[in-house]
């Protein structure tokens, strides 16, 4: 080894000796070439190993982590399905939140739409209870509203519930689980009935059990009914969604019932004020005494019977008590007379239907009306007056107030002649179906007249 060294430093100095004279001996030169070598071949020999036990030691880090990274993965799965467990929510649970968020706004905003310009609370309380029952997915539905004067509580719509179970029910103010959430104005979820026993003991209602929530319809303060949603049809519990989703329903229905209650009040002195007009008319002929009501009754009648809507019954009804205010106009010698009537008597007697037109037609409410008025003369063959309307060109509303117009004076006394028997009067009724009648319109009356003959017997009679 000193051998090596020596001949190493030996080259060393000759390479930098400032003379730069160089007088090397081959074995000298072989020898320093070996070192050089040696050196070359050391480094290199390091450098490999080195690299080795790098790579060596990165797989070793990387295993590791991979194995702390699939622990951490079994440990997230673990907890998962437990939370799920524990909450029953979805694994991806903010994105459900979120899906649930969107569709439940929708509802919502929809159902407001719907609602808003509703008038008819049959309608509305249908609509209300089919799109909650099928978006809840659940088992019962049901609407109770407070009836205005009574305070009971009813069933107005329910879905899921026995038919005998809705018309049966009637509730008194502060009565049963309903009656509890309107006086408290308070939404309840129960989330086993037979487990509470507070609300257990108070329960009167036999569809309501298990699982369930009932929100009180609460419109300033004032609740005028409650909504029950009843166990869930995929067993599922209701869930604080479900829960503030009914709330915010109620809310909406709420204003909805509001609106259309103070409509109703409205339309009933509406019609209070037209009745006591129709009876001062009447009260100009003893022989016409009860005429208007008697004609509203059948007309109304006939009107259900031929599946007119709201609004159409509404209309409908207005004409028939007002379909003579044009009589008003009527000279007394006309009006009353008792003998027969000459020509021209009997073309001043035609004019009160135009002219009844013509006294709603400025009444807003009475507007839509006023065409009924007009026509409750027309005959189905083209020879009424004062149009000569024919056939289904004549509005259905007065073809009704035709047929009950015509009936009642059949019979009723009349100075010239008694009433005619309910056969008789059917009969003559039949017998002028094409003519001067509506057949549609005279059938659904005969099939009323044979179902509920005490129609003609009103509590006055
Ligand atoms: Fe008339």
Request: glycine share 4%; proline share 3%; with cysteine.
């Amino acid at each position: 080894m000193n051998i090596i060294f020596n001949q190493f430093t030996h080259v060393w100095r000759l390479l930098t000796s400032p003379e730069k004279v160089v007088s090397l001996s081959l074995p000298m030169l072989l020898a320093c070439l070996a070192i050089l070598a040696a050196i070359i071949l050391f480094v290199f020999a390091s450098a490999l190993a080195l690299y080795k036990l790098k790579t060596k030691f990165l797989r070793e880090v990387q295993t590791s982590l991979l194995t702390r990274y699939n622990e951490l993965q079994a440990d997230h799965k673990i907890l998962g399905s437990q939370y799920k467990r524990a909450t029953n929510a979805p694994a991806i649970t903010h994105l459900d939140d979120k899906v649930w968020h969107e569709e439940e706004t929708d509802f919502i905003f929809k159902l407001n739409e719907q609602l808003s310009l509703a008038l008819e609370r049959n309608a509305v309380a249908k609509y209300i209870v089919e799109s909650v029952h099928n978006f809840l997915n659940v088992q019962k539905t049901v609407l109770i509203l407070r009836e205005h004067g009574t305070k009971t509580l009813k069933i107005i719509y329910a879905l899921g519930l026995q038919k005998p179970t809705t018309e049966e029910f009637s509730l008194k103010e502060g009565e049963s689980i309903s009656g509890f959430v309107i006086a408290q104005n308070k939404p309840t979820l129960v989330e086993a009935l037979d487990k509470d026993h507070y609300f257990k003991a108070m329960n009167k209602e036999s569809y309501l059990e298990g699982n369930f929530i009932s929100v009180p319809l609460v419109f300033q303060k004032d609740a005028i009914g409650v909504l029950h949603v009843c166990n869930k049809k995929n067993n599922r519990p209701f869930s604080k969604s479900d829960f503030s989703f009914l709330v915010n329903v109620a809310k909406v229905g709420a204003i909805a019932f509001k609106n259309i209650i103070l409509y109703e009040q409205i339309n009933e002195s509406y019609l209070k004020t037209i009745a006591a007009l129709a009876s001062a008319i009447d009260a100009r002929d003893p022989y016409t005494k009860w005429h208007s009501e008697n004609v509203t009754r059948y007309s109304v009648a006939i009107g259900k019977e031929m599946n007119l809507n709201y609004q159409e019954q509404e209309m409908l009804t207005r004409a028939a008590l007002l379909h003579d205010v044009g009589k008003i106009g009527i000279r007394d010698n006309v009006l009353l007379k008792t003998e027969k009537l000459n020509n021209e008597e009997y073309e001043q007697i035609k004019l009160h239907a135009a002219k009844g037109d013509e006294i709603v037609q400025s009444l807003s409410f009475l507007k839509e009306a006023s065409l009924l008025i007009r026509h409750h003369h027309e005959r189905f063959d083209g020879k009424g007056y004062p149009d000569q309307l024919k056939g289904h060109a004549i509005e259905l509303g007065a073809r009704i107030i035709a047929v009950a117009d015509t009936f009642d004076a059949m019979t009723t006394d009349r100075p010239y002649r008694k009433a005619l028997t309910l056969q008789q009067a059917v009969e003559e009724l039949e017998h002028c179906k094409n003519v001067q009648f509506d057949p549609d319109v005279v059938e659904s009356f005969v099939k009323i007249l044979k179902r509920t003959p005490e129609i003609l017997s009103p509590p006055h009679k």
